[in-house]
């Protein structure tokens, strides 16, 4: 009989969930006024395999057309003729960091912040156009979320800012075996592949570096032990265990019914 009860109380522990922590921030009470200062979002930094939309415009229109879409070829009534060339509206950063641009040529742009590379080819661009307005956008800036999440997928972000808990809400936020106090960031920079481990339920996480996400960061939401569990377990094992369980608890019912 203590076999039987002590094979119950086992089962009962093993299969029976734990209470957990499903709250964001739970440690801002409500009654509590949490606030910290607003801190500019980490810029992201041009890098490698990065690509890049690079528009010019200024007061030659055909300039603009040189240094946009297109090439200056000279015609036979001695005014310029304008050939297109949608090819070069978004340049590829090579593994060295460098952009092949119309005119200039090579430019390094690698670990610039888009102000930074917009400074540096003003003053390139400076010798052949006057006053020259530069826009840059990231073409391929993404996101990946992946794990315990309701749809897990890639996101191309036009905005080039996100923070980790739109991330979460593109991608339908963690499912209920989603482990919130064990949130991975995988991101790669100057070469280096690093990954960091975030407690969604701390407040602290407001003020973390990893807050706002980067370009090609992934979001690894970690299951809970319950569903590897239940991964790991097979129809067979599940009806084995739910008939000890069953059984165990009406000996020990009709033991005490008997005494």
């Known amino acids: 009989m203590k076999k039987l ?7 009962i522990s093993l299969f029976s ?28 930094r041009i890098q490698v395999d990065d690509l890049l939309s690079i528009t010019v415009t200024s007061l030659n229109p055909e300039s603009n057309m040189l240094f946009n879409v297109g090439v200056l070829m000279p015609s036979g009534d001695r005014n310029n003729t304008i050939v297109n060339n949608p090819i070069n509206e978004n340049y590829l950063v090579d593994k060295d960091g460098y952009i092949n641009y119309p005119v200039i040529g090579l430019i390094n742009l690698k670990g610039l912040t888009k102000q930074e590379a917009i400074d540096k080819m003003s003053g390139l661009l400076n010798e052949y156009v006057k006053d020259p307005i530069i826009n ?41 075996y989603g482990r919130r106090e064990n949130v991975m960031i995988i991101r790669e920079k100057d070469g280096v592949r690093t990954a960091t481990r975030l407690n969604l339920n701390d407040k602290t996480i407001l003020t973390s570096p990893y807050y706002y996400l980067q370009q090609n960061d992934v979001v690894y939401v970690e299951p809970y032990k319950t569903k590897s569990v239940q991964a790991d377990t097979n129809p067979a094992q599940i009806a084995i265990i739910t008939s000890t369980i069953s059984l165990a608890t009406i000996v020990i019912l009709n033991f005490r019914w008997n005494n």
């Open 136 to 176: 840059i956008r990231f073409m391929n800036f993404k996101v990946t979320v992946i794990g315990e999440v309701q749809t897990p997928n890639s996101f191309i972000i036009p905005t080039e800012k996100i923070t980790i808990l739109e991330a979460l809400g593109l991608a339908g936020d963690m499912t209920a």
């Open 17 to 44: 969930c734990a209470k957990r922590n499903l709250v964001y921030f739970s440690d801002i009470y409500q009654d509590m006024e949490f606030s910290v200062p607003v801190e500019m979002s980490n810029e992201p």
């Open 5 to 11: 009860l002590f094979l119950a109380i086992l089962s």
